[in-house]
């Protein structure tokens, strides 16, 4: 089995931080890319960024120059740094990661539970 266990949520104020972490756990042979998506109420899940095995980051446009994706490949762990954040932030962030499984030879996404951000005074 295989299990994504997402930290780091909770409420802050607009302007604040906060740190998410994923870990994959579990019978894992190899991970190639690892990211976050975000869900807010009422909305579409949508990306939010991905990095690559050997750390080539993508964003959502409107996000780059606040949040930062990045990964410990000995850790099986990917963090999203969210910096100055905004009330229409708040949203269930979710991580996601392309796994091999020992004895296997596919790839197949993963996903967390999700840990909820909101951003309110």
């Known amino acids: 089995q295989v299990q994504l266990v997402e930290s780091g949520g909770g409420l802050v104020q607009p302007g604040g931080s906060l740190r998410l972490s994923c870990l994959a756990s579990g019978s894992i042979l190899s991970i190639n890319d690892m990211g976050w998506y975000r869900q807010a109420p009422g909305k579409e899940r949508e990306l939010v960024a991905t990095?690559?095995?050997?750390?080539?980051?993508n964003y959502l446009h409107s996000l780059k120059g606040r949040f930062t994706i990045s990964r410990d490949n000995a850790k099986n762990t990917v963090y999203l740094q969210m910096n100055s954040l905004k009330p229409e932030d708040t949203a269930v962030y979710y991580c996601?990661?392309?796994?091999?499984?020992?004895?296997?030879?596919?790839?197949?996404?993963?996903w967390g539970q999700g840990t909820l951000v909101t951003v309110s005074s």
């Open positions: 990095i690559t095995k050997g750390g080539s980051t």
């Open positions: 996601n990661a392309e796994i091999r499984r020992t004895y296997t030879t596919t790839y197949y996404g993963f």
